[in-house]
């Protein structure tokens, strides 16, 4: 029987079913918990930690943690914020991301992410890594200048567009997307219209001649915060 | 009461985010009448005169000049602002980051498509400040009290972050002034 029970979100009750997880849950409700990789299409990849929420105390990736009755969530608090915004600081250094002149800026969800928690300045010193970019593909670039290993055209590719094009090569530090079989992209059977194309949620996957083409002022976050959509949506 | 002061220097960066300063049309007339400018390219005072209240400073730290500028303006400034992404995080100067110096002096000065160097000089002028190994944020050298992200940052992040610190208010700035770009 497929009975909903309740939980807990900052003490508002949320109503869930059995298999929903505590992400999918809070997002019916209208509730937002910040995310990064998670993508509504793709299986959960819990690997930003964005959406890190305490759960009965401990602390959960609620894009994963499936949401069980009675459980005690705690989302919007100073403590969990304050671990987000340390991640999201640590994606900016970790990575060469110039916000003035990328095509995704406006609509990048990283960078909505830090307006969204106020971030100036990210706290730490910014590391310069040496990272490649891939334009040989006639409709899709590559900047891996950008990327943050979420995970998600990995996804994409392998279970909404069945090919396998992504995958992620080497561990820690030298962690990187690479192409199928130590290609270029394209050498690959990728396509501009693939899912994999388009869910990049930063300016690493970019389709080629689109850039620049809202102006500013009216992309996806000028004017509201990401997750405004969600939160629109509660009672 | 004498007006409080404020100083702006441009580092390694374009003069955009003194251009934005500008930008505040005519409420420029309503900052004259808070402060008063020390030193800043705005009225070419070259050197500190007086303690300043506020320091403006936009790009980041590419020669040792640039370092030298800012550790002058932390010392004679209570309040250090980083303003636009130069100074917060190098911007497009920091585009070389990743390239060793050489490499880049030598794209400039004897490998690039367009030059003309017959004598295969690089400039080593003692005039000319030394480049610094790779362009450092503001906030990497010295401590910076606040930043204004923007490239620019709109006039209004400015005007709204200096009226705040002038009049003793604390600084909150709207969604829509905290722009990266």
């Known amino acids: 029987m497929s009975a909903?029970?309740?939980?807990?979100?900052?003490?508002?009750?949320i109503k869930a079913s059995p298999g929903q997880t505590i992400m999918e849950a809070a997002e019916a409700a209208g509730v937002y918990i910040p995310r990064l990789c998670y993508s509504k299409d793709l299986r959960p990849?819990?690997?930003?930690?964005?959406?890190?929420?305490?759960?009965?105390?401990?602390?959960?990736?609620?894009?994963?943690?499936?949401?069980?009755?009675?459980?005690?969530?705690?989302?919007?608090?100073?403590?969990?914020?304050a671990i987000r915004r340390d991640l999201v600081d640590m994606l900016f250094?970790?990575?060469?991301?110039?916000?003035?002149?990328?095509?995704?800026?406006?609509?990048?969800?990283?960078?909505?992410?830090?307006?969204?928690?106020?971030?100036?300045?990210?706290?730490?010193?910014?590391?310069?890594?040496?990272?490649?970019?891939?334009?040989?593909?006639?409709?899709?670039?590559?900047?891996?200048?950008?990327?943050?290993?979420?995970?998600?055209?990995?996804?994409?590719?392998?279970?909404?567009d069945g090919k396998n094009v992504f995958q992620f090569v080497g561990r820690g530090e030298h962690k990187r997307v690479a192409v199928n079989a130590e290609a270029l992209a394209a050498d690959t059977d990728l396509k501009g219209a693939d899912r994999a194309s388009m869910v990049c949620p930063v300016g690493a996957i970019v389709l080629k001649y689109k850039g620049y083409a809202t102006p500013i002022g009216r992309r996806i976050y000028d004017q509201k915060p990401i997750g405004s959509e969600i939160e629109s949506r509660r009672k | 009461m004498a007006k409080p002061k404020v100083a702006t220097a441009s580092l390694a960066g374009c003069f955009g985010c003194h251009m934005s300063v500008l930008d505040i049309d005519e409420r420029i007339l309503k900052l004259v009448e808070l402060v008063e400018f020390n030193k800043s390219p705005i009225n070419d005072i070259k050197k500190f005169t007086d303690r300043c209240a506020v320091g403006l400073i936009e790009g980041g730290c590419c020669n040792e000049?640039?370092?030298?500028v800012l550790q002058d303006f932390r010392k004679n400034c209570d309040v250090l602002i980083s303003v636009g992404e130069c100074a917060i995080m190098g911007g497009i100067p920091a585009l070389r980051n990743n390239i060793p110096l050489k490499e880049c002096l030598d794209e400039a000065y004897l490998n690039g498509p367009t030059v003309y160097n017959p004598a295969k000089r690089i400039p080593g002028d003692q005039e000319i400040p030394l480049l610094l190994n790779r362009v450092y944020p503001c906030h990497e050298v010295v401590k910076m009290d606040y930043h204004l992200p923007g490239c620019p940052p709109p006039a209004d992040t400015i005007w709204e972050a200096l009226v705040a610190l002038l009049t003793g208010k604390p600084l909150k700035l709207s969604y829509e002034l905290i722009k990266y770009d």
């Not at chain 1, 909903?4 to 009750?13: H, M, N, Q, S, Y």
């Not at chain 1, 310069?128 to 943050?148: G, M, Q």
């Open chain 1, 45 to 81: 990849h819990g690997s930003c930690r964005v959406c890190t929420c305490m759960v009965n105390g401990r602390p959960q990736a609620a894009c994963t943690q499936p949401a069980a009755a009675g459980m005690v969530v705690d989302n919007n608090t100073d403590e969990i914020q």
């Open chain 1, 4 to 13: 909903t029970f309740t939980f807990t979100i900052d003490g508002k009750e």
């Open chain 1, 93 to 160: 250094v970790d990575g060469n991301h110039f916000c003035p002149f990328c095509e995704k800026s406006g609509n990048c969800e990283l960078q909505a992410m830090a307006y969204r928690l106020g971030i100036t300045a990210p706290r730490f010193p910014y590391l310069w890594p040496e990272r490649s970019v891939d334009a040989s593909h006639p409709e899709v670039f590559i900047d891996r200048n950008r990327c943050i290993l979420c995970g998600r055209c990995v996804n994409a590719s392998k279970d909404i």
């Open chain 2, 65 to 68: 000049e640039n370092v030298r």
